[in-house]
C-alpha cells in the first residue's frame, strides 16, 4: 500500500483538461515539496514536475502542479493521445526518512 | 547523463540480488543522490534507498535489515545488494539520480527486471 494516496484512474477526451489528486500527510507533502512522474506503458518513469510547480526543460506548460496543505495536484490541459500513461506523485517523508510514491494514476484519453 | 543497470536477471528465493548502475555524463562523486527504485509487475514505486556523492546511505525502513548500497567513484557506478530475497521482490529494478534540493528524481535508467524464482 502506498503512502501517497491517489485515484487509480482518471480519463478525458482530446481538448480536455484532466486534474489528478495526490494526498498525504504532514509529514510528507504537508513538509516537502512534490514532484510528479510519466510513465508510458514498458518505459522508465519521466519527471513531468518538481518543487510543487516547476517543469524541467522540454516538459509542456500544458503540464502545472500544485499543492495545498497536504494534497497536490497535477493539472494537464489541452489532453493529447499522448498523454495516455500512468501518473504518479512523490514527496520525502520527514518521520520515514525516504522518499514516498503514490500508487499512480492511470489516463485514459477516450 | 545516462544510467544503465546490470545484472542477473533471475535470483534464487533466499539469495542475494546485486545489481550495479553505471552513469555516463556526469561524475558520481561531484553531488546528487543516486538512488534504486522498484516497481512490481502491475505495481507503483517504491523506493529503495539512496547514496549521497560522499557515501552516506539511506535505506528504505521496510528494507532496511536487507539492502546495502555502495558507490565506486572509479568506475562512476553504484551498487545494489539486497539478501534473502522473496517471490515478493520481483520487479523491474531502476536507478536514478535524484535533486538534493527538491528530491526530484531527474535522470532514470531503463530498469532491469529481476525474477525470484527457484
Known amino acids: 500500500q502506498s503512502v501517497l494516496t491517489q485515484p487509480p484512474s482518471a480519463s478525458g477526451t482530446p481538448g480536455q483538461g484532466v486534474t489528478i489528486s495526490c494526498s498525504g500527510s504532514?509529514?510528507?507533502?504537508?513538509?516537502?515539496?512534490v514532484s510528479w512522474y510519466q510513465q508510458l506503458p514498458g518505459t522508465a518513469p519521466k519527471l513531468l514536475i518538481y518543487?510543487?510547480?516547476q517543469r524541467p526543460s522540454g516538459v509542456p506548460d500544458r503540464f502545472s502542479g500544485s499543492k495545498s496543505g497536504t494534497s497536490a495536484s497535477l493539472a494537464i490541459s489541452g489532453l493529447q493521445s499522448e498523454d495516455e500513461a500512468d501518473y504518479c506523485c512523490?514527496?520525502?517523508?520527514?518521520?520515514?526518512?525516504?522518499?514516498?510514491f503514490g500508487g499512480g494514476t492511470k489516463l485514459t484519453v477516450l | 547523463v545516462q544510467l544503465q543497470e546490470s545484472g542477473p536477471g533471475l535470483v534464487k528465493p533466499s539469495e542475494t540480488l546485486s545489481l550495479t548502475c553505471t552513469v555516463s555524463?556526469?561524475?558520481?562523486?561531484?553531488?546528487?543522490?543516486w538512488d534504486w527504485i522498484r516497481q512490481p509487475p502491475g505495481k507503483g514505486l517504491e523506493w529503495i534507498g539512496s547514496?549521497?556523492?560522499?557515501?552516506?546511505?539511506y535505506y528504505n525502513p521496510s528494507l532496511k535489515s536487507r539492502v546495502t548500497i555502495s558507490v565506486d567513484t572509479s568506475k562512476n557506478q553504484f551498487s545494489l545488494k539486497l539478501s534473502s530475497v522473496a517471490a515478493a521482490d520481483t520487479a523491474v529494478y531502476y536507478c536514478?539520480?535524484?535533486?538534493?534540493?527538491?528530491?526530484?528524481?531527474?535522470?532514470w535508467g531503463q530498469g532491469t527486471l529481476v525474477t525470484v524464482s527457484s
Open positions: 536514478a539520480r535524484e535533486t538534493i534540493l527538491s528530491r526530484g528524481v531527474d535522470y
Open positions: 555524463g556526469y561524475s558520481i562523486s561531484s553531488g546528487y543522490y
Open positions: 547514496i549521497s556523492h560522499s557515501g552516506n546511505t
Open positions: 504532514s509529514s510528507d507533502i504537508g513538509s516537502n515539496t
Open positions: 518543487s510543487n510547480n
Open positions: 512523490a514527496a520525502w517523508d520527514d518521520t520515514l526518512n525516504g522518499l514516498v
